[in-house]
């Protein structure tokens, strides 16, 4: 999958790196690992206390991403 970024979603994601976008996640993805609806995962992203990447209408979430957030939520 080839992911283009903007400059401005790079200064708004400062923990993007070309590692974390090994491994996106949909948002329906991200929901069943922490249990939680979909509509709250895509609170969380626009919240921003979940990195995420917009790709046109959607989210994708970096694994290592949420990986960091589960980290800062314990």
């Not at 929901?31 to 046109?56: D, E, H, M």
């Amino acid at each position: 999958m080839h992911v283009q970024i903007t400059d401005k979603q790079a200064s708004r994601n400062d923990v993007l790196d070309n590692e974390l976008l090994c491994d996106l996640l949909t948002v329906d993805e991200v929901a069943r690992r922490l249990t939680l609806a979909p509509k709250t995962v895509r609170q969380l992203c626009l919240s921003r206390r979940l990195s995420a990447i917009r790709l046109q209408r959607s989210w994708r979430i970096p694994a290592a991403a949420l990986d960091q957030f589960l980290r800062s939520e314990e």
